[in-house]
DNA sequence: TCCTGGACCGAACGATCGTTAGGGTGATGG
DNA sequence: CCATCACCCTAACGATCGTTCGGTCCAGGA
């Protein structure tokens, strides 16, 4: 296709950009909507990464755009997208959140930065993952580093 | 200054690219020198973590670069960054690595995985992180979070 | 059968980008 | 006092980019 087809598709060129920052923002909270919303803490953590990732390694074009290219929406599609954004982060805080009332976690944890480093492991993977990783693996690995730490042995 | 005027100071815009990547492989090189080697391993971990995240906020130009922008380097320029970067990576994963062979550690600890999420999280960090922020203490929100993990109590 | 509409092409537009050339300024040192 | 040099400007170039427009091709419905 050349150049110019693309507009009997797209309005303009921000306009694309908005639909596959839809798209993106909707395939990742999809896929954390099918972890489930009981169960082990400890479980729905691992689910939640193994989701993320799988996310990245076979929608790599929306999750581009998810991950880095959102910046570039402008005016009120830019504020839409940042508060979907911000959703998913919290969905993700509120899982370590719950793991510390339930005892199941650290009774001090800081769930902040726990989402805040879990999430930053698997968006920073996106820049180095090749196509046909095993992200499930990749992922359980991220979850056992998190959940156990890199000092002594966990209480487990 | 003009577009135009640049050019009596650099060759071309690859050149400054490949200039701005050596500066910032130095800087992040430099920082970790700054760090001892000897002392307990948990320290200078946190120290590491910290000269890293101080580099991305003071010298946020060549931190970009370093973190992001290095994949437009063409050619052998690219190559040689490549393992200036990967040298950067392996130092911070030989820290791990003593720490787990002197005990500090857990000794069933994955040292690439521990090195890739302390990465991770401030390479992320570049992403968001506000000129102005208290780098120090977030590094060592990370520091606390990795060492100790979420689960349970460390045997410390 | 013809008509319509959608998908794509080809060529061109204005804007921006990386770069070059030529010229002007001002401080420095012989 | 003048030559030099570093530093910056303006103007223009070719290339690329986002976009528009007129036209061609083809499938489906009337």
Request: glycine share 8%; charged share 35%; no cysteine.
């Amino acid at each position: 296709m050349q150049k110019g087809s693309l507009y009997s598709h797209i309005e303009s060129k921000a306009d694309l950009l908005w639909e596959v920052a839809r798209e993106g923002a909707e395939a990742f909270h999809a896929a954390l909507d099918g972890v489930a919303d009981d169960g082990p803490v400890v479980e729905r953590i691992r689910a939640a990464l193994r989701a993320h990732l799988r996310v990245v390694a076979e929608q790599l074009d929306v999750a581009t755009v998810f991950i880095r290219e959102w910046r570039y929406l402008e005016g009120e599609r830019r504020d839409v997208f940042l508060a979907e954004r911000r959703r998913y982060e919290e969905r993700f805080r509120s899982l370590f959140r719950e793991g510390r009332e339930r005892g199941e976690l650290r009774t001090d944890l800081d769930d902040g930065a726990a989402a805040l480093v879990a999430l930053s492991s698997v968006n920073w993977a996106y820049t180095w993952l090749r196509p046909g990783a095993k992200t499930d693996e990749l992922a359980d690995r991220f979850t056992g580093l998190l959940l156990d730490g890199m000092r002594g042995y966990s209480s487990r």
